[in-house]
C-alpha cells in the first residue's frame, strides 16, 4: 500500500518559517520526482516546485522561488518543503506528491499525501 504522509504544518505569524514534511512508504522513493503543492480555499490547486530522484534539481513557481526551499532525504524516504518570510496569502492547505516525470502538471503525479495546513497570521 503506498501511502505519503504529510506532518509539520500549522500557525504561524507573517515573516515567520515552518518546515513541512513528507515521507513515502510502499514504493521506491528514489524512483520518484517529489513535487508540492498548495490549495487556499476557492483557488485551484498551485504548483510550488519539485525535486529530482536524486535531489541535485529543484525548480520552484515564480510566486515561492527565493522562499521556499525543496530537500529530501532518500535514506528516509522523506521530501521537506521549507518556507521562510511567510505571507498570509501563503496560507492554504499543502501537499506533497510523487511523480515519475519532472513535470508541474497535478495529473502527472501519481501520488498524493492527504495535505496539511498552514495558517500565516497578519
Known amino acids: 500500500q503506498v501511502q505519503l504522509v504529510e506532518s509539520g504544518g500549522g500557525l504561524v505569524q507573517a515573516g515567520g518559517s515552518l518546515r513541512v514534511s513528507c515521507t513515502l512508504s510502499?514504493?521506491?522513493?528514489?524512483?520518484?520526482?517529489m513535487g508540492w503543492f498548495r490549495q487556499a480555499p476557492g483557488k485551484e490547486r498551485e504548483f510550488l516546485g519539485r525535486?529530482?530522484?536524486?535531489?541535485?534539481?529543484?525548480y520552484y513557481a515564480d510566486s515561492v522561488k527565493g522562499r521556499f526551499t525543496i530537500s529530501r532525504d532518500n535514506p528516509k524516504n522523506t521530501v521537506y518543503l521549507q518556507m521562510n518570510s511567510l505571507r498570509p496569502e501563503d496560507t492554504a492547505n499543502y501537499y506533497c506528491?510523487?511523480?515519475?516525470?519532472?513535470?508541474?502538471?497535478?495529473?502527472?503525479?501519481?501520488?498524493w499525501g492527504q495535505g496539511t495546513q498552514v495558517t500565516v497570521s497578519s
Open positions: 506528491a510523487a511523480s515519475r516525470f519532472s513535470t508541474i502538471v497535478a495529473s502527472q503525479y501519481l501520488y
Open positions: 510502499g514504493r521506491t522513493f528514489t524512483s520518484y520526482v
Open positions: 525535486i529530482s530522484t536524486s535531489g541535485g534539481t529543484t
